[in-house]
Nanobody, 117 residues
Framework: QVQLVESGGGLVQAGGSLKLSCAASGIFLNRHAVDWYRRAPGKQRELVAIISTVGSTIYADSVKGRSTISRDNAKNTVYLQMNSLKPEDTAVYYC???????????WGQGTQVTVSS
């Protein structure tokens, strides 16, 4: 059974930092592209960052320069380091692992990030 478990969310003041984790079981994350998404109340889901199987990264303009997505293959985990947090970063953050060749994707349950002003 494949599971993705996000953690690291919480309540933080504006300007603070959080490091989100996406830990996998049942799959090897290093064989999957991993995306972080977020959904804020009343808004559409937004793609935040992507890391490919070879470590290439892409960031949404809204987080570029403030966030870093990375892998720890030994821990089968992908991270999203978020700095200089803003109230508009408040959302539930989800990770998704994709294995395009097989048409498979897996989602975690989400972790809440709340940034107070």
């Amino acid at each position: 059974q494949v599971q993705l478990v996000e953690s690291g969310g919480g309540l933080v003041q504006a300007g603070g930092s959080l490091k989100l984790s996406c830990a996998a079981s049942g799959i090897f994350l290093n064989r999957h592209a991993v995306d972080w998404y977020r959904r804020a109340p009343g808004k559409q889901r937004e793609l935040v960052a992507i890391i490919s199987t070879v470590g290439s990264t892409i960031y949404a303009d809204s987080v570029k320069g403030r966030s870093t997505i990375s892998r720890d293959n030994a821990k089968n985990t992908v991270y999203l380091q978020m700095n200089s947090l803003k109230p508009e970063d408040t959302a539930v953050y989800y990770c998704k692992a994709s294995y395009a060749a097989a048409g498979r994707e897996y989602w975690g349950q989400g972790t809440q990030v709340t940034v107070s002003s």
